[in-house]
């Protein structure tokens, strides 16, 4: 199984479920009007505190994995089907071979892990402990479990049952917010996955004749639906796991120490190469590191000296000891300088974010090691920002859905003429939602981010007919 670094990379290339939005063509959706619910919070799209018993979720979520539960996942082909029908219309769904998922004990199980009361990995000790080398043999499997929540909402909302299917979304969005909520960008990518599978049943919920307004549930959701504050960091832990020594780099080592420093130094060389440490003498290694030092010892002698340390303290170091704290001081500036933008709004970061992975790239060929360390979390933020923009649009969606039921079936002129509801703006540029009435049909859509070409990721069109 990859450990956690080599699975942030693969994951980054297959982060959207197979039922995703496919946002180079825009997206077709048939609405009907729908009035507000009374009371105005009837429908929610999480559990609710009422709904929770006591006890750790994370328990239920990894019992839900017993192996005397999990045939379907051998079953040939079987993986292959529920991918076709989470993008086939609702009245094509093979219900013969589907229908048992309605009723899995398995997947009760998972309804009951999203209603405890708490939720506890025990992922930061494991990180701390096993750094890039932690093993993330469950990521997959949330995403596979995911994947049949989605297809068993699609069930319920064909059968036009909305309140088991609200009930499944809820499972859903907790189970994305869950997995999200980790100290690990790979997490934080999953329940990104996660959550996107689930806003596509309810693009499927809101097209079906007699569905209930879910502007307020969609309201009600947490912006951001998976944040990256807690992912980022666990992030800063990892170069205190890989290199420990670090800690008293700044204090005159014993020999013992310098030889842990280098050892780990060497190992984690050989694993940010995705290559196993050799058994024997890593002299491939060993090269590499003492061409680094050799090449930034000097520099980097001269700026411990220069920032105040005393001369003879520093010539009393070794050399690998002197380029561990300058590349130090030049990590954590660089990390910071990164992940401070990370506490702002999409649209308020993206300029400096892309500044800094420039910054960041060309620095990776200077300092070494270290810097590999630091992460580039831009495109998890861009598809974070995207799921939440999703949501955004939906509720757009959702309050056009209320002015029709209050204005004969009509949908508005500009999004203006709304008046029951506030309308979101664009989580990724900090603007309004472009809308375009043509006849009885409309669009709503986002463009790209100013300074950014279109790209599938940055961009989102709604195509909506109106049906009475």
Request: aromatic content about 8%; some cysteine.
């Amino acid at each position: 199984m990859r450990h956690c670094l080599a699975s942030f990379a693969l994951l980054l290339g297959a982060a959207i479920p197979a039922g995703a939005q496919n946002l180079e063509q825009p997206t077709q959706l048939t609405i009907h009007p729908a009035a507000a619910p009374s009371p105005a919070l009837r429908y929610h799209l999480l559990p609710q505190v009422e709904d929770l018993a006591p006890g750790n979720r994370a328990q239920l979520y990894f019992r839900s994995f017993s192996p005397e539960w999990d045939g379907w996942r051998r079953r040939e082909g079987f993986l292959d089907q529920v991918d076709r029908a989470l993008q086939m219309p609702l009245k094509d769904l093979p219900r013969k071979d589907l229908d048992w998922i309605l009723d899995s004990q398995q997947f009760h199980e998972v309804d009951l892990a999203a209603r405890r009361e708490y939720l506890d990995w025990d992922y930061t000790r494991r990180l701390r402990q096993d750094g890039v080398r932690m093993l993330l043999p469950d990521v997959q499997s949330f995403r596979i479990t995911a994947n049949v929540l989605a297809l068993r909402a699609r069930l319920e909302i064909a059968d036009h049952h909305y309140d088991k299917a609200l009930g499944t979304l809820q499972t859903g969005y907790a189970l994305g917010r869950d997995v999200g909520d980790a100290p690990l960008l790979v997490s934080a990518l999953v329940g990104v996955a996660i959550s996107m599978g689930m806003t596509d049943q309810v693009e499927a919920f809101i097209q079906t004749p007699g569905s209930p307004n879910l502007y307020w549930a969609l309201t009600s959701l947490p912006r951001p639906m998976v944040g990256l504050i807690k992912p980022l960091q666990g992030e800063k832990m990892l170069i205190y796991t890989e290199l420990p020594e670090l800690r008293q780099v700044d204090t005159r080592l014993s020999a013992q120490q310098r030889q842990k420093l280098q050892e780990n130094a060497l190992h984690l060389i050989a694993l940010l190469k995705d290559h196993p440490t050799p058994k024997g003498e890593n002299w491939e290694g060993k090269l590499e590191l003492t061409a680094l030092v050799s090449k930034q010892y000097a520099e980097a002698k001269r700026a411990l000296i220069g920032h105040g340390r005393k001369a003879e303290d520093v010539e009393g170091m070794s050399a690998l000891q002197v380029v561990m704290i300058q590349s130090l001081e030049r990590f954590e500036q660089m990390r910071d300088d990164l992940f401070k933008w990370f506490q702002l709004p999409y649209w308020q970061a993206l300029p400096e974010l892309t500044k800094m992975e420039q910054r960041l790239a060309a620095a990776k060929q200077e300092v070494g090691p270290l810097l590999a360390l630091v992460p580039n979390p831009l495109k998890v933020y861009t598809l974070a920002t995207r799921l939440d923009r999703r949501i955004a649009a939906l509720r757009c969606i959702e309050a056009i859905r209320l002015y029709a039921a209050a204005h004969d079936g009509k949908l508005p002129a500009t999004l203006n003429e709304i008046r029951a509801v506030p309308i979101p703006l664009d989580p990724m540029t900090g603007r309004a939602f472009q809308y375009k009435l043509d006849g009885k049909k409309a669009s709503l859509s986002a463009p790209a981010p100013p300074g950014l070409r279109f790209t599938p990721d940055n961009t989102l069109t709604y195509e909506l007919i109106l049906e009475r």
